[in-house]
């Protein structure tokens, strides 16, 4: 009797399902390793963020997209290293796992260019965890500028502060800008409608630099319109728990968002494959990493630079679902004897939105702005990227929350506060350990198996990538494609 051979998949994001789905018909075993047990889709995580959708609405257990695929397992464990000479991949929780092609789809991880120190003061948006956190500092900021006499501390708990004008960064600063206005006014007393500050600092001359300028202009301008201060030219100098400081200036604010910069997973590096500047794992016309055939790495976590080009692909989902697709077709192909192919992306245009009713969207020379812009992305990034759910269902449950603005959305939730606890100045004072009795820290766990040939260093449960050896100033991220 023929073996089935053993894939391995780390990461159960689009590009990690994209390959385990595609393989459902091969005479392969799977396991998805992933440390979450939820695939997550992250183009709305900023509306998680800023109170308009449920954790619940854009997240669906991997355990259940995957239930149906007889040959598919699926696993939560933390992948803390690979044996890429005994072909075992070393997980914090289970004996090492053995593979014959492994496929690495770890994503990425918010990069504040060797500044790690700031992401307490300025959290990044890269999962629900995330999501839920922001939600909770800018609704606490909200509830303390109530609660304020002091006419200069309501201002600071009322200016929010978005670093980094790339799509996230818009979406943020737009959707902040619409949750004081629509929503918070009409629940709120002490707060004047138009008391809220937004400033979108970004370093570059322009925001959604990798659009056609006459589109980040139109951004720009729509933003404004939304009462977003938009701040280009602007290099943050030092962030810390009241504030921004860019030079000579200082914005006084309770919260500030970072959304300046990303790399490639940290385990790309920690596993001893070679990176880019961003972290991102260098790979071969085949995705799979040079020496290694039966590695592969896909999606974020890689660095796919088609032939002819100098930049990488972008970190899309679209780059991320087809590098998925192509490939569980090469490892297929390499069981029947056949050749690799070479990898080709299919650009579906970049967009972004700005606030809920407008975006600007640009596909192959046509460019596309306002409603019209905002329905391509809603069709495009709701209805076509979406295949955990019945498509028809999740296009109008999440147009219908999108709208209404689900009251349950704007919970508080995270941290615990005791009945009669001090009511604390700032919001970042619920973080403070004297309001919340720290519980003892224990030790982490040791690992069950001996780490083999390629030893990994045994990181946190989300470690921290290594400072970038030349920090690129903050600038945004590439804009997203449909
Ligand atoms: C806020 C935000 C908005 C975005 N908006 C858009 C958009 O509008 N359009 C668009 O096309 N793209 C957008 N993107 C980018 C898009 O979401 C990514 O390109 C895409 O998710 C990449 O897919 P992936 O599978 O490579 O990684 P991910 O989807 O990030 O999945 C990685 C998976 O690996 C798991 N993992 C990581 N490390 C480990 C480990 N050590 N052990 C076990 N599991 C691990 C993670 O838990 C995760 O489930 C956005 C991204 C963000 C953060």
Known sequence: MKLRRKVVVIGGGFAGLGVTRALASSSVHVTLIDRSNHHLFQPLLYQVAMAGLSPGEIAVPIRAVLSRQANAKVLLADVVGVDLDGRHVLTREMPPIAYDYLVVAAGAANSYFGRDDWAEAAPGLKDLDDAVEIRRRVLLAFEAAERETD???????????????????????????????????????????????????????????????????????????????????????????????????????????????????????????EVDRQGRAQVLADCSVPGRPEVFVVGDAAAFVPAGEERALPGVSPVAMQQGR????????????????????????????????????????????????????????????????????????????????????????GRRLYAGAPVPASPRAFTEPALVPPAPQPPPPPLRFSAATSAPSIPSVRPLAPPMSAPPPPSSRAPRSG
């Open 151 to 273: 006419a200069a501390v309501q201002r600071r708990h009322l200016t929010f502060v978005v670093i980094g004008g790339g799509p996230t960064g818009v979406e943020l600063a737009g959707a902040i800008a619409e949750l004081a206005t629509v929503v918070l006014s009409r629940d709120f007393r002490a707060i004047e409608s138009d008391a809220t500050r937004v400033v979108l600092v970004e370093g570059g001359d322009r925001i959604l630099p990798n659009l056609h300028p006459e589109l980040s202009d139109l951004a720009a301008a729509n933003l404004r319109a939304m009462g977003v201060e938009v701040r280009t030219h602007l290099r943050v100098t030092d962030i810390d728990a009241d504030g921004v400081t860019c030079g000579n200036e200082r914005i006084t604010a309770s919260t500030v968002l970072w959304a300046a910069g990303v790399r490639g997973s940290p385990l790309c590096q920690s596993i001893g494959l």
């Open 326 to 413: 192509f490939v569980a077709r090469q490892i297929s192909r390499s069981i029947n004897g056949e050749s690799r192919e070479t990898f080709s992306y299919i650009d579906k245009g970049s967009m972004a939105t700005i606030g809920r009713k407008r975006a600007v969207a640009q596909f192959r020379g046509m460019r596309l702005s306002g409603f019209l812009a905002w329905l391509a992305w809603l069709f495009v990034h709701v209805f076509y990227l979406i295949d955990f759910r019945n498509r028809i269902v999740v296009l109008l449950d999440w147009t219908w929350a999108y709208f209404a603005y689900r009251r349950g959305s704007r919970l508080i939730t």
